[in-house]
């Protein structure tokens, strides 16, 4: 299996795993506890706090360990609006944003706050006046993902923040796809809150982080599980010292020589790009230019002439890619950013998305090259 879909999942890193091993088997003491075994774990979780806070540009106050981007978001959005001492009841939001932006968003519209999804142009992006123009008085928050999971569209999020700012708000962002594919600093974004999910940078699955305030503005959230109290009183449950351990190793690994990572994973998606385009006559190309820094690293969707992208994934079977993002390959609709992006529904349904990730090879890039135009030429073939 050549493994290409790393916008849905990375393996952990066996330094991730190594990292984190000690902390399910020989020092497996509650950090809540006081005892030594105890205070043992709550110095690794803090030490991992500060790991990731110096990785990420924020203090390690502003950080909220949850279960993943989804639970983070939720906190961020539903944390914002239902304080208690929220009287705001407008939230904006953009039209490509993941499921876990957008179900909150809207589930939060049936509880009576007004919800403005704004467009996207072609490749992506909002347009910033149109946003200037939607906040007012009674703009609660702001969310405009970081980068996109299916067409990689990086927002100018620092400017995005002005704006909110400027005109009194304050903006959540879903920054689940950028470690490892971006330089990020939070602070320097000035970014409110921001969402992350361990097991999209080489981390375990079931663990997240919400950054919540970057130092520069307060927030106020109204915690979404309760119980204990722990993380003062923000994300009750007991803290899971291995997971956070092991997502400090994951977010460190991600942060550290970013920009030649980044490059790397260019090359090998270019790579394919190109071989692909040798080899298959009729290819679109979604989202912004490969050499525009507006794209997120190593990300491709494009939509093939004459077959289904379901149909060419099967008849590929050593191939893991995708049609779009792994939440809505539950659904058989097609992806709601590239209907967002102004395709028809049947150039959705012709689309594919190809994550490269850090241990693909340019020998692996080949034999998919290969495997990929038998595979269209075969499907095509039998129409
Ligand atoms: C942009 C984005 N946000 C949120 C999520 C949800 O992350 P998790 O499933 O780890 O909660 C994903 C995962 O696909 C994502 O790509």
């Given at each position: 299996?050549?493994?290409?879909?790393?916008?849905?999942?990375?393996?952990?890193?066996?330094?991730?795993?190594?990292?984190?091993?000690?902390?399910?088997?020989?020092?497996?003491?509650?950090?809540?506890?006081?005892?030594?075994?105890?205070?043992?774990?709550?110095?690794?979780?803090?030490?991992?706090?500060?790991?990731?806070?110096?990785?990420?540009?924020?203090?390690?106050?502003?950080?909220?360990?949850?279960?993943?981007?989804?639970?983070?978001?939720?906190?961020?959005?539903?944390?914002?609006?239902?304080?208690?001492?929220?009287?705001?009841?407008?939230?904006?939001?953009?039209?490509?944003?993941?499921?876990?932006?957008?179900?909150?968003?809207?589930?939060?519209?049936?509880?009576?706050?007004?919800?403005?999804?704004?467009?996207?142009?072609?490749?992506?992006?909002?347009?910033?006046?149109?946003?200037?123009?939607?906040?007012?008085?009674?703009?609660?928050?702001?969310?405009?993902?970081?980068?996109?999971?299916?067409?990689?569209?990086?927002?100018?999020?620092?400017?995005?923040?002005?704006?909110?700012?400027d005109q009194g708000t304050i903006l959540h962002s879903d920054a689940t796809q950028t470690l490892g594919r971006m330089p990020i600093n939070v602070q320097d974004s000035d970014v409110d809150l921001v969402s992350f999910s361990a097991h999209k940078c080489y981390g375990p699955k079931g663990t997240g982080i919400l950054v919540a305030g970057n130092g520069n503005r307060r927030v106020r959230l109204r915690p979404q599980i309760v119980g204990g109290g722990q993380q003062n009183q923000l994300r009750s449950g007991t803290m899971a010292p291995a997971s956070i351990v092991a997502m400090a190793t994951a977010v460190s690994g991600a942060t550290t020589d970013v920009s030649d990572q980044a490059g790397r994973l260019n090359q090998l998606r270019d790579s394919l790009w190109f071989g692909l385009l040798d080899q298959i006559d009729g290819l679109t190309l979604h989202g912004p230019a490969l050499d525009s820094a507006d794209r997120l690293a190593g990300n491709l969707n494009f939509s093939v002439p004459l077959i289904e992208g379901e149909a060419w994934m099967a008849a590929t079977p050593e191939v893991a890619f995708s049609t779009g993002s792994a939440c809505s390959d539950v659904s058989d609709k097609p992806s709601h950013v590239l209907s967002a992006i102004g395709l028809s529904e049947s150039a959705a349904r012709q689309s594919v998305r190809f994550g490269i990730g850090r241990t693909n090879t340019p020998d692996e890039i080949q034999r998919a090259i290969e495997l990929l135009a038998k595979s269209h030429a075969r499907v095509s073939a039998a129409r």
């Open positions: 299996m050549i493994y290409l879909d790393h916008h849905s999942t990375t393996p952990c890193d066996p330094l991730v795993v190594q990292a984190m091993l000690p902390w399910l088997t020989e020092s497996f003491g509650n950090p809540h506890s006081s005892h030594a075994a105890g205070r043992e774990a709550a110095e690794a979780i803090n030490r991992s706090l500060d790991t990731i806070a110096t990785c990420l540009g924020v203090p390690a106050s502003s950080l909220v360990i949850t279960s993943g981007a989804t639970e983070a978001n939720n906190l961020a959005i539903r944390g914002t609006c239902l304080h208690p001492r929220q009287k705001r009841r407008h939230i904006i939001t953009a039209a490509t944003e993941h499921p876990a932006v957008l179900d909150v968003v809207s589930d939060l519209g049936k509880q009576g706050f007004r919800i403005s999804v704004l467009p996207v142009d072609s490749l992506g992006h909002i347009d910033l006046n149109q946003l200037a123009d939607s906040i007012d008085d009674d703009t609660a928050i702001v969310s405009i993902m970081w980068a996109n999971n299916e067409i990689g569209t990086v927002a100018p999020i620092k400017a995005i923040a002005k704006i909110c700012h």
